[in-house]
Structures are given as structure tokens and as C-alpha cells.
């Protein structure tokens, strides 16, 4: 593969990475603001760009070399690795950590809605732990209807 091909590679991978960034952070804002329908559109442009960096990848392997992290062939630092790389492989950072961060925010919103149905239903709630005098966990055996339909 030449260093142009070698380089064009790497700039349709960091276009890729942006374009995933630009998606996982209009998500978290989504997400801030509950905005359903904007959190169903967002999703055909993350399978997108998701699409375009197993291509890349995909293409990569098939030449048999590593070619986003081969800036430099052999090198051992990042550093040497040169900026086209290092672009990436920032972005791909960014990319892992707002991901991370909005999987927690719909774990959190999940387990919220299930605890809120959990109650309407009449169950126990699981987040109710009842301690005895030795400290340890007991379950709770009140349950309580809220109300019935």
C-alpha cells in the first residue's frame, strides 16, 4: 500500500470517528433533554458512521497490515506514530468515553422506569433493602399498592 493510500485511510477513518463523535454528543444532548424522536434519528447516522470505521477496519485487515496505526511502520511511541494517527486515535477516546457516558444514562433512566413500574404493579421495589441489627441486607417484605386499575 502506498504512504497516499496509507493516508487517505487514515483521513476516512478520522472523518468517520468525527462523524460517530458528532452523533454520540447530539445523543447525550438527547438525552439531557428526553427527546425521543431526536434519539430515533440519531440512530441511522451512528449505524453510519459505525459502518464506515468496520470497512475501514475491514479493508485494513485485508491488506494485512495495520494501516490507521502505521503513520510510521514500526514505530513504538504514539508520538512516532504521526499525526494522522494520533487524530484517531484521540477521537476514537472521545468516542469510547461518550458512549460510556450516555450507556449510563439510559442504564440509569432503565432502572428508574423499571423501579417506578415495579411499584405501580404493587412488587417489592429492589432498591428497597432493609438492614438488620448486624448490618446485613434483608429484603423487605411490605408491598404496598399504589394504585389499581
Known amino acids: 500500500m502506498t504512504s497516499l493510500e496509507n493516508r487517505k485511510i487514515q483521513e476516512q477513518g478520522i472523518a468517520s470517528a468525527k462523524a460517530l ?3 454520540l454528543t447530539r445523543e ?11 434519539l430515533v434519528a440519531l440512530l441511522p ?3 453510519q ?3 464506515q470505521l468496520l470497512l475501514i477496519e475491514a479493508h485494513v485487515e485485508k491488506q494485512g497490515i495495520t494501516t490507521l496505526k502505521d503513520g510510521v511502520a514500526g ?3 504514539e508520538r512516532a506514530k504521526g499525526p494522522l494517527w494520533n487524530e484517531f486515535s484521540r477521537l476514537m477516546n472521545q468516542c469510547r468515553h461518550q458512549n ?5 444514562i439510559i442504564h440509569m433512566r432503565q432502572h428508574s422506569t423499571d423501579s ?5 404493579r404493587g412488587q417489592e421495589n429492589p432498591q428497597q433493602t432493609a438492614y438488620s441489627a448486624s448490618g446485613k441486607a434483608i429484603a423487605s417484605s411490605t408491598q404496598t399498592r399504589i394504585a389499581t386499575a
Not at 447525550?28 to 431526536?38: F, G, R, S, T, V
Not at 460510556?100 to 449510563?104: E, F, L, W
Open 100 to 104: 460510556a457516558v450516555n450507556g449510563r
Open 75 to 77: 514505530a513504538a511511541d
Open 49 to 51: 458512521a459505525l459502518s
Open 21 to 23: 463523535l458528532d452523533a
Open 45 to 47: 447516522e451512528k449505524q
Open 28 to 38: 447525550y444532548e438527547a438525552l439531557a433533554h428526553n427527546d425521543l424522536d431526536a
Open 116 to 120: 417506578a413500574l415495579a411499584i405501580l
